[in-house]
């Protein structure tokens, strides 16, 4: 292969038997000649030369991810991905040939391959929104925690960016032994540089009681160099469980305020901190404590001022409600004054089920926010070369009379095409929507109540319903059928609705109530079939194509 305007090669692998290795030849026969990982895949960084010709040899072991990195204007141009083909050649890859697949999304962010999960360290940043996530880089399953990273101008068109950390080096050399990793956590801007935190996990496999979860820091001035990491809260409180992670770290009532996710005497909650230098962190008890049981405790918290309230957001691990919706997200409106915050309202973030762990960030006067679409419901389908998990479309937050609304950022618009379908007053009917990426927009006079399909595959069904019972989500012949998805909504006004091959995206009544939800669908054709006994309150309706961001 020919490294172009890139100066290094970044390769994980992991030997098949004792000796593997990766080489690296040049044209001059000069060779560079790395052991692959023993016990885990290894992260092996080699320097090359631009415009330069390489062999590259993987000699009795196997890649997960290979790319080249190191360019001069990384941050826009992202890495170059090698793919091996059928004679094992590395070969570079288009992003737009690789995401045009029915296997994975056009238009959210998903990573090149396997497995994502929670946001990281959401933050703008000299001219770029950044955007670290969990991820393992070697199979479509949770493993040992990495994190990935990528780059945007505009939220929308994302770069990938080399790996920025790796699991504890324990953890790599026993990986049958032990779980963990580099655990989620948040950036804050300051205004030459970033500072990171975030949770080092280590639990002996099989053994929850012993977990050892740690909050750590480090900085960066190009957020592609990182600080070696500095503990910086090593114990967890008196009562806390050992789930003890997830930092989030805001400015509030004249004090840099921590948040954690844990679980108080057994009752799921949020531990907060207070500092003055955000260095040294002192324990100021439970910001928030769920009431409920079952709740194994709460993970990925959020606090902010928004709108001229206080917001608290978790994501209630374990947590089952009435309707089947498993692990959903619940936020708390209210007000913080002198350390302590009064709940006023609460509702869920999200009310489809597949929306998990979001962070949010502040920038230009916007409060935004992403989610992790995660598969709690096990319809994940693994292909080769797939993904497990995505992002939401960014969306934006605000709080109007004790409610959270969730608005897709309006940078989204870009991505719209040619109409599919514009008219009023009567049922629509579009099938073999190909490719199945599109965008619906719906007002309505009057209440309307509708069944629309969103999804069809052989006998199973996405319908988004409205009747006496309310609007919900439900679908048919798939693992998640038994689960009733309701919008806490009273009248249905305005719907948009993103559907991207196997997640769909539900707007009410200009962020009312937001949700997301997947579905699977291989054939990559797609449907929006809208069905009323009152077409004529269906006062506007268009339907359009939408781009992918990796064209």
Same mark, same amino acid.
């Given at each position: 292969?020919?490294?172009?305007?890139?100066?290094?090669?970044?390769? @994980?692998? *992991?030997?098949?038997?004792?000796?593997?290795?990766?080489?690296?030849? &040049?044209?001059?026969?000069?060779?560079?000649?790395?052991?692959?990982?023993?016990?885990?895949? *290894?992260?092996?960084?080699?320097?090359?030369?631009?415009? %330069?010709?390489?062999?590259?040899?993987?000699?009795?072991?196997?890649?997960?991810?290979?790319?080249?990195?190191?360019?001069?204007?990384?941050?826009?141009?992202?890495?170059?991905?090698? +793919?091996?083909?059928?004679?094992?050649?590395?070969?570079?890859?288009?992003?737009?040939?690789?995401?045009?697949?029915?296997?994975?999304?056009?238009?959210?962010?998903?990573?090149? *391959?396997?497995?994502?999960?929670?946001?990281?360290?959401?933050?703008?940043?000299?001219?770029?929104?950044?955007?670290?996530?969990?991820?393992?880089?070697?199979?479509?399953?949770?493993?040992?925690?990495?994190?990935?990273?990528?780059?945007?101008?505009?939220?929308?068109?994302?770069?990938?960016?080399?790996?920025? #950390?790796?699991?504890?080096?324990?953890?790599?050399?026993?990986?049958?032994?032990?779980?963990?990793?580099?655990?989620?956590?948040?950036?804050?801007?300051?205004?030459?540089?970033?500072?990171?935190?975030?949770?080092?996990?280590?639990?002996?496999?099989?053994?929850?009681?012993?977990?050892?979860?740690?909050?750590?820091?480090?900085?960066?001035?190009?957020?592609?160099?990182?600080?070696?990491?500095?503990?910086?809260?090593?114990?967890?409180?008196?009562?806390? &469980?050992?789930?003890?992670?997830?930092?989030?770290?805001?400015?509030?009532?004249?004090?840099?305020?921590?948040?954690?996710?844990?679980?108080?005497?057994?009752?799921?909650?949020?531990?907060?901190?207070?500092?003055?230098?955000?260095?040294?962190?002192?324990?100021?008890?439970?910001?928030?404590?769920?009431? +409920?049981?079952?709740?194994?405790?709460?993970?990925?918290?959020?606090?902010?001022?928004?709108?001229?309230?206080?917001?608290?957001?978790?994501? #209630?691990?374990?947590?089952?409600?009435?309707?089947?919706?498993?692990?959903?997200? =619940?936020?708390?409106?209210?007000?913080?004054?002198?350390?302590?915050? %009064?709940?006023?309202?609460?509702?869920?973030?999200?009310?489809?089920?597949?929306?998990?762990?979001?962070?949010?960030? +502040?920038?230009?006067?916007?409060?935004?926010?992403?989610?992790?679409? &995660?598969?709690?419901? $096990?319809?994940?389908?693994?292909?080769?070369?797939?993904?497990?998990? &995505?992002? %939401?479309?960014?969306?934006?937050?605000?709080?109007?009379?004790?409610?959270?609304?969730?608005?897709?950022?309006?940078?989204?618009?870009?991505?719209?095409?040619?109409?599919?379908?514009? $008219?009023?007053?009567?049922?629509?009917?579009?099938?073999?929507?190909?490719?199945?990426?599109?965008?619906?927009?719906?007002?309505?006079?009057?209440?309307?109540?509708?069944?629309?399909? #969103?999804?069809?595959?052989?006998?199973?069904?996405? #319908?988004?319903?409205?009747?006496?019972?309310?609007?919900?989500?439900?679908?048919?012949?798939?693992?998640?059928?038994?689960?009733?998805?309701?919008?806490?909504?009273?009248?249905?006004? *305005?719907? +948009?609705?993103?559907?991207?091959?196997?997640?769909?995206?539900?707007?009410?009544?200009?962020?009312?109530?937001?949700?997301?939800?997947?579905?699977?669908?291989?054939?990559?054709?797609?449907? @929006?079939?809208?069905?009323?006994?009152?077409?004529?309150?269906?006062?506007?309706?268009?339907?359009?194509?939408? =781009?992918?961001?990796?064209?």
């Amino acid at each position: 292969m020919n490294t172009g305007k890139y100066t290094r090669l970044e390769i @994980f692998a *992991k030997a098949l038997q004792a000796g593997g290795s990766v080489r690296v030849i &040049s044209n001059d026969g000069e060779c560079q000649e790395i052991p692959a990982g023993q016990a885990s895949y *290894k992260w092996i960084q080699v320097t090359v030369e631009k415009n %330069t010709e390489y062999e590259i040899l993987c000699e009795e072991c196997q890649v997960s991810i290979c790319y080249l990195s190191g360019c001069e204007n990384i941050l826009d141009e992202g890495v170059c991905y090698l +793919e091996q083909d059928e004679n094992g050649r590395f070969i570079r890859m288009q992003e737009s040939d690789w995401y045009d697949s029915p296997i994975r999304e056009a238009y959210h962010f998903t990573p090149w *391959k396997n497995w994502i999960n929670d946001p990281n360290g959401l933050c703008w940043f000299q001219g770029y929104y950044h955007m670290f996530y969990q991820f393992n880089p070697h199979s479509q399953k949770w493993s040992h925690m990495y994190w990935g990273h990528a780059a945007s101008r505009d939220l929308i068109h994302w770069t990938h960016l080399p790996v920025a #950390l790796e699991p504890q080096e324990e953890i790599l050399k026993y990986p049958e032994e032990l779980d963990g990793g580099a655990f989620s956590g948040s950036a804050v801007v300051m205004e030459d540089e970033v500072v990171f935190y975030l949770t080092r996990s280590r639990e002996p496999r099989g053994k929850v009681e012993q977990i050892l979860q740690q909050q750590w820091r480090m900085k960066s001035s190009d957020m592609l160099h990182f600080t070696k990491e500095e503990l910086v809260i090593g114990e967890r409180p008196a009562g806390a &469980s050992p789930d003890f992670r997830d930092p989030k770290v805001t400015w509030a009532d004249g004090r840099w305020q921590m948040v954690l996710g844990s679980a108080l005497e057994g009752k799921a909650a949020i531990l907060k901190y207070e500092s003055e230098d955000m260095e040294s962190w002192e324990y100021t008890g439970p910001l928030l404590t769920e009431g +409920e049981d079952g709740i194994r405790c709460v993970e990925c918290p959020d606090f902010m001022e928004l709108d001229g309230k206080y917001l608290v957001i978790g994501a #209630l691990m374990h947590h089952q409600d009435p309707f089947g919706r498993y692990q959903m997200s =619940r936020y708390h409106v209210g007000d913080f004054k002198e350390g302590i915050f %009064t709940e006023e309202s609460r509702g869920w973030f999200d009310f489809c089920g597949n929306c998990y762990a979001m962070q949010s960030f +502040e920038h230009d006067g916007r409060r935004i926010s992403i989610g992790w679409i &995660s598969d709690f419901y $096990g319809e994940h389908q693994e292909e080769e070369n797939g993904v497990c998990g &995505s992002m %939401t479309i960014p969306r934006e937050m605000h709080i109007r009379d004790h409610r959270l609304y969730l608005t897709p950022v309006k940078e989204i618009e870009v991505l719209k095409m040619g109409a599919l379908y514009q $008219g009023h007053g009567e049922e629509i009917s579009l099938k073999d929507i190909t490719p199945n990426a599109y965008k619906a927009e719906l007002e309505f006079d009057g209440d309307c109540p509708f069944s629309i399909c #969103l999804s069809e595959n052989g006998g199973s069904r996405m #319908l988004l319903i409205y009747d006496e019972k309310g609007l919900r989500l439900r679908t048919y012949g798939v693992k998640s059928e038994h689960v009733t998805f309701p919008a806490d909504v009273d009248r249905v006004e *305005k719907l +948009e609705i993103f559907v991207d091959r196997r997640t769909a995206e539900i707007y009410v009544n200009d962020g009312e109530a937001a949700g997301t939800k997947l579905f699977y669908d291989t054939s990559d054709a797609g449907c @929006f079939i809208l069905h009323t006994d009152t077409p004529e309150c269906i006062k506007r309706a268009e339907v359009f194509c939408m =781009r992918s961001i990796w064209a």
